[in-house]
């Protein structure tokens, strides 16, 4: 997964990302390319209540187009389902899977007008759990930052999933991270944020039946930064091959010499 020549991505317009390959060492410029999910499948499945088949371990450093797990609610029954799907959505009108590396976000201002997010946005909504995200501070040192739900529990992005066919006649399932604007907390450090929705919502969210796009706008806020916390982590979490506990470790940082004299 986290091999040679990952993605680096840079920015092209506010709708979606471009990729570059470079080395492994990756800074994500725009948010959100990089998250953490550590609970085990068990935990997860419990707390959404959505029994999957697909295995998943502990990840400390998920990075695009990686398999994750998303919720969804069964088209027929009343229950909800988790499964692995690949993180970076493919419109089901593309010639080929590059997409899935440019639309890992999707603006939640936008998804209800562009192409390859409108259908998705009435028909195929999703949770993405999480328990932490990751962001780098623009300009001098991009200095990495841990974002938290309360002390660190378990959450769900807004998501939007898609299914493409290859090729060879196979069906992949993707999805994408709804964007909004940040709070008081996360624009210390960027100016989007990934939408977390309150568990209240789910239903609603996942409910095939809404089909008013207007409605499922309304629930894409920025979600309570009295309900977040954040704090300073080592750039050991820029390479995409650290997949440990490691990269979510707070660190103290240095204060410099200059600014101690105004102490």
Known sequence: MAGKGLQHLDS???DHWI????????????????????????????????????????RYNVAPTQPVPIIRQHPKE????MSLVRWG???????DASAAAKLINARSETAHILPAFKDALKFRRCLIPADGFYEWQKGGTRQPHCFEVRDGQLFAFAGLWERWKDPNGNWIKSCSILTTTPNTLTSKVHDRMPVIL??????????PGMQDTETVKDLLKPYDAALMRSYSISAYVNNVAND????????????????????
């Open 12 to 14: 092209s317009s506010d």
């Open 19 to 58: 990729t570059k390959v470079t080395s492994p060492l990756w800074h994500n410029l725009h948010m959100c390319g990089r998250y953490r999910l550590s609970r085990r499948k068990q935990i997860i499945e419990e707390y959404f209540d959505a029994p999957g088949d697909d295995d998943w371990a502990p």
């Open 78 to 81: 009343p229950k909800r389902v």
């Open 89 to 95: 959505l493919i419109p089901t009108w593309s010639k």
């Open 198 to 207: 309150e568990p209240e919502k789910y239903d609603i969210w996942l409910d």
């Open 244 to 263: 440990d506990a490691q990269c979510a470790m707070p660190v103290e940082l240095e204060v410099s010499a200059q600014s101690q004299l105004f102490e």
